[in-house]
């Protein structure tokens, strides 16, 4: 495996993969961001690093890859 493919290469899914994030309204159901990273990235950095922020008002639903969003919310 060459250095550009070993940066793409999740250890959790054995494979090489990519990763998207879609912030959507759920009340309309439009798209709000868009974010791409390499499968090694964490789901939670990949948020950090877009800097997408959210009102401390909305309602946030995640997975456990975002269990800290509640203190980037208070920054």
Do not use: P, W
């Not at 009340?27 to 868009?34: P, R, Y």
């Not at 791409?36 to 964490?42: A, D, N, P, V």
């Not at 950095?45 to 203190?71: E, M, P, W």
């Amino acid at each position: 495996m060459s250095k550009k493919q070993r940066c793409y290469y999740s250890g959790k899914k054995k494979r090489h993969t990519l990763k998207a994030q879609l912030v959507v309204d759920q009340a309309s159901g439009k798209i709000i961001c868009t974010a791409y990273g390499i499968g090694r990235i964490h789901d939670f950095r990949l948020l950090k690093n877009t800097k997408v922020r959210f009102h401390t008002s909305q309602l946030c639903l995640a997975d456990k890859g975002y269990q800290g969003i509640a203190k980037i919310l208070d920054e």
